[in-house]
């Protein structure tokens, strides 16, 4: 693995005085709505995590904001100092490799340039050689292209294990990886599971759609956890695109009961976020004080605890 070429972007905690949602236990439903104020659930039993930790964002659903989820906590957790590693497991064309910059290595030609593709397919790969730098200092990235699909329709020996296989050789020291899944539940998303102690479900705030979807996935995050995962937990149900509403108010209740265990964290709306897509900045770069990137930054607080805290 290559370390950081050219200029390093540092970034840095944000301020305390920014206008935080407050951190609540149980998901208000009976409060006056005019009164109800959004705020983050922490449920008595919930603990941060450990680390070094290894997190699946997952849903089936299209579009439920999981690529956001994956790069703005993944650049909450290196302004807390952590050393993270991003896995874009979506072979889809529009995903997290075509959103973030990242360095190839400028003496390798491109037929020599691996990606997660690889390692399903050539036992040579380590994950070393396919983790590359970023502009961020502490974020390293491992791309996917559209070949990746090809795990999903050949199946190569091993799918199941392989990321779990490669994450537990004690390497690399990075302190959290995050693996953006793409929206399926087929063989890429299962290894993706199998390789991770927390799932992170992100679901749209106002889409009764994605509340049903959930109990596919709680399905098939069961069937991982009794065969290959016992340690698995959903750590988080983030409600992205998030406005106060009756319906956002519902969808939140009904989450909070599914997954009684986890925290519910509102992403707040933000439309700098397709700007900074078309930028190729995260947008805790492209608007730092944007509400979104604020929710991710409390979110990370809650889920590690004071770990790497500044
Ligand atoms: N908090 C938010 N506020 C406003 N828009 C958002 C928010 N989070 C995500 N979006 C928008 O929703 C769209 C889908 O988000 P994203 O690409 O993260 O979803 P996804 O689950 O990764 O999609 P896919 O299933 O296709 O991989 C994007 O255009 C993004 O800009
Ligand atoms: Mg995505």
Redesign the pocket.
């Known amino acids: 693995m290559r370390e950081t070429q050219g200029q390093t972007v540092q970034v840095s905690p944000l301020s305390d005085d920014l206008a935080f949602l407050d951190i609540v236990t149980e998901w208000d439903l009976s409060s006056a709505y005019h009164s109800w104020k959004p705020s983050i659930v922490v449920p008595p039993t919930f603990l941060p995590g450990t680390l070094p930790r290894v997190i699946a964002i997952c849903?089936q659903?299209?579009?439920?904001?999981?690529?956001?989820?994956a790069l703005e906590l993944a650049m909450s957790l290196i302004a807390r100092g952590l050393r993270v590693r991003l896995i874009d497991a979506?072979p889809?064309e529009?995903?997290l490799t075509v959103w973030l910059r990242y360095f190839w290595p400028e003496d390798l030609a491109e037929p020599a340039r691996k990606s997660l593709e690889h390692l399903y397919f050539d036992q040579t790969v380590t994950l070393q050689d396919i983790t590359y730098p970023t502009p961020y200092k502490g974020l390293y990235f491992v791309p996917s292209f559209p070949d990746l699909e090809d795990v999903e329709t050949k199946h190569p020996t091993g799918t199941d294990t392989n990321l779990q296989y490669h994450l537990s050789k004690p390497d690399d020291g990075f302190d959290v990886t995050i693996i953006?899944c793409?929206?399926s539940l087929g063989p890429l998303t299962v290894s993706a599971l199998v390789a991770s102690q927390d799932v992170i479900i992100?679901v749209q705030a106002a889409s009764g759609l994605d509340v049903r979807g959930a109990a596919a996935l709680n399905r098939t995050i069961r069937s991982v956890q009794g065969r290959l995962n016992p340690q698995l937990r959903v750590a988080s149900v983030v409600l992205?695109?998030?406005e106060k509403s009756t319906l956002a108010r519902q969808i939140g209740g009904k989450l909070a009961k599914a997954y009684p265990n986890a925290v519910i964290l509102p992403?707040?709306?933000?439309?700098r976020?397709?700007e900074a897509?078309l930028d190729k900045e995260p947008l805790r770069v492209f608007a730092p004080t944007a509400t979104?990137g604020l929710d991710y930054d409390r979110g990370a607080s809650v889920l590690f605890g004071n770990k790497g805290a500044a």
């Open positions: 849903n659903k299209g579009g439920a904001g999981k690529t956001t989820t979506d889809q529009a995903c953006d793409g929206p992100p992205t695109d998030f992403a707040r709306t933000s439309v976020i397709g897509q979104t």
